[in-house]
């Protein structure tokens, strides 16, 4: 079983930063491809980023492209990071970290987090 924690979320201007930190259980972390993705009030879930096991390969929903990175840490800290540079109130949601160990990219990972606000001020 894999069990993810996410943090860093909160209360910021448009323009501002933030880095989401997702923490997982287990030893087996590095066979995960790791996911965020996001849902505002109202609306669905969206896919944001995907980072592969070794962190070599990612992808972002257009929306993000340029502003967001994601990142992954397999040595230490078992963690995934999304970095999220200037942000805009329609970045506003509560972000979900999700992993999965299987290669083909999916809408819906097996593992989840609880989610963490962003809240982006105009």
């Known amino acids: 079983q894999v069990q993810l924690v996410e943090s860093g979320g909160g209360l910021v201007q448009a323009g501002d930063s933030l880095r989401l930190s997702c923490v997982a259980s287990?030893?087996?972390?590095?066979?995960?491809?790791g996911y965020w993705f996001r849902q505002a009030p109202g609306n669905e879930r969206e896919f944001v980023a995907r980072?592969?096991?070794?962190?070599?390969?990612?992808?972002y929903a257009d929306s993000v492209k340029g502003r967001f990175t994601i990142s992954r840490d397999n040595a230490k800290q078992n963690t995934i990071y999304l970095q999220l540079n200037s942000l805009k109130p329609e970045d506003t949601a509560v972000y979900y970290c999700?992993?999965?160990?299987?290669?083909?990219?999916?809408?819906?990972?097996?593992?989840w987090g609880q989610g963490t606000q962003v809240t982006v001020s105009s």
């Open positions: 980072v592969s096991r070794s962190g070599g390969v990612t992808s």
């Open positions: 287990g030893r087996t972390f590095s066979s995960l491809n």
């Open positions: 999700a992993a999965t160990r299987t290669s083909v990219v999916t809408s819906d990972p097996n593992y």
